[in-house]
C-alpha cells in the first residue's frame, strides 16, 4: 500500500466527533474511554487521511461481534502494539484488538485495556505533541521524509517510524513527569 500523506485537515475532530458518538452508541457502558488518537488528532500535523480512535474497555470478550456489527473488520493478526527498543515490558501491556474501516471513510480503531502502557502512550504522545509545535513540526517532517524514500512499502514506513516515535515518548515522559500529565476527560 502506497504511504499517503496530506496537509491537516480542520475537519478531522469533527470527524472523529461523529464516529466517537457512534462507537459510543454501539459499545454503550462497555467503553471506558473513546479517544481520538494519531496523527489526525494534532492540529497542524501532517498525516494519512486516516482518523485513528482508542477505545478502552476492561475486557476485550465480545468486542470483536461489537465492532463486526458496527462495520469494522478486526485484523486477529495486529493483537499486540510495537515494543519500544530496549523494553521489557510484559506482553500483556501491549495486547490490543485492531479493526479497520473502509468506507464511508478510513478508519483504524485501536481497542485497549485502562491502565497498559499501549493504552497511556497514544494519548500522552498525542498531548505532548499538541503542546509542543516544534517537536510536532520535526515529526511531520521526519514522516513526510520517510513517505517519499519508502513510498510503496508500509512496513518499512513503520520499522522507521516507531523507534523515532519511541524518541518523542523519551520527551513526551520527561514533560508528563514535570506537568503531572494525566489523560484528560474521553473526547467522545
Known amino acids: 500500500m502506497t504511504i499517503e500523506l496530506v496537509a491537516p485537515d480542520s475537519t478531522w475532530p469533527r470527524q472523529f466527533e461523529e464516529i466517537g458518538r457512534s462507537l459510543r452508541s454501539s459499545f454503550g457502558p462497555r467503553a471506558l474511554r473513546i479517544d481520538h488518537i494519531g496523527s489526525t488528532a494534532v492540529p497542524g500535523l501532517l498525516a494519512k487521511d486516516v482518523i485513528d480512535i482508542q477505545v478502552t474497555v476492561e475486557a476485550l470478550d465480545g468486542v470483536a461481534d461489537i465492532l463486526a456489527a458496527s462495520g469494522f473488520e478486526v485484523w486477529p493478526d495486529m493483537a499486540a502494539d510495537h515494543r519500544p527498543a530496549g523494553s521489557d515490558l510484559p506482553d500483556e501491556e501491549l495486547v490490543k484488538l485492531f479493526a479497520q474501516a473502509a468506507a464511508p471513510r478510513r478508519i483504524n480503531l485501536h481497542v485497549r485495556l485502562p491502565g497498559r502502557f499501549n493504552q497511556r502512550y497514544p494519548l ?31 512496513d518499512a514506513y513503520y520499522d522507521v517510524k516507531d523507534p523515532v516515535f519511541d524518541i518523542i515518548m523519551t520527551g513526551a515522559e520527561a514533560w508528563a513527569t514535570a506537568t503531572a500529565w494525566t489523560p484528560g476527560p474521553s473526547d467522545a
Open 124 to 154: 500522552l504522545c498525542r498531548d505532548y505533541l499538541r503542546r509542543h509545535p516544534d517537536a510536532m513540526r520535526a515529526y511531520g517532517e521526519v514522516k513526510r521524509r520517510l513517505a517519499r524514500i519508502v513510498r510503496d512499502d508500509e
